[in-house]
């Protein structure tokens, strides 16, 4: 069965720095794999998929994400972090036969301080 | 992109009353259907899939009689929590899916009384 797992519950970061959010997936084949961002009670916003290509995947709002298939990451980063950017982030992945259901991890909360 | 778009954005109701939750495609015609189900500070949990015409699929554990799911159109499908108790309080999002993507509803933030 496939899963996601995101380690940090919440990371902090101050604004200007770089930030990072983890994520590791088990996913039997070739997954494809998603980063969505919530704001408060709000629906998932779409930030960047990889399904094959590039291991480095840019994305919206200037995330980018890196594809590590021996260490099954796809660590969501961006260079300089915004107060905005605070939100609940998800990493999701599916299998890559046929049209399968979405699996999530369980969300970290990044927190940009000014 | 493709918009999804749910109705109502918050609904509180009395225990024992049911509520029904619209989720639309408004720009694409979305054959399959998804809902979720969201607690506080957890992540998404897959209530069932619905595909057009034909009844939904649940996830073990979720009881379709409680939760009620119609897809009656192409870009038309129905939650309905059936005599819902505070235990249903949630929110609930749904997604469609356009090709090989899925894209997410803002939600519905049900709080029962």
């Known amino acids: 069965a496939q899963s996601v797992a995101q380690p940090e519950d919440q990371v902090n970061v101050a604004e200007g720095n770089p930030l990072t959010v983890k994520c590791t997936y088990s996913?039997?084949?070739?997954?494809?794999l998603f980063w969505y961002v919530q704001y408060p009670n709000r629906g998932l916003q779409f930030l960047l998929k990889?399904?094959?290509?590039?291991?480095l995947v840019k994305g919206s709002y200037g995330f980018e994400a890196e594809f590590n298939k021996s260490q099954t990451s796809f660590h969501l980063k961006k260079p300089s972090a915004l107060v905005s950017d605070s939100a609940l982030y998800f990493c999701a992945s599916r299998g890559n036969t046929g049209f399968q259901k979405l699996v999530f991890g369980t969300g970290t909360r990044l927190l940009v301080s000014p | 992109g493709a918009v999804v778009s749910q109705h109502p954005s918050w609904v509180i109701c009395k225990s024992g009353t049911s509520v029904k939750i619209e989720c639309r495609s408004l720009?694409?015609?979305?054959?399959?259907m998804f809902w979720y189900r969201q607690f506080p500070k957890q992540s998404l949990m897959l209530m069932a899939t619905s595909n057009e015409g034909s009844k939904a699929t649940y996830e073990q554990g979720v009881e379709k009689d409680k939760f009620l799911i119609n897809h009656a159109s192409l870009t038309l499908s129905t939650l309905t929590v059936t005599s819902a108790h505070p235990e249903d309080s949630s929110f609930y999002i749904c997604s469609a899916r356009f090709g090989n993507e899925q894209f997410f509803g803002p939600g519905t933030r049900l709080t029962v009384l």
């Open positions: 720009d694409f015609q979305a054959t399959t």
């Open positions: 990889y399904i094959t290509g590039d291991n």
């Open positions: 996913v039997s084949g070739n997954p494809y």
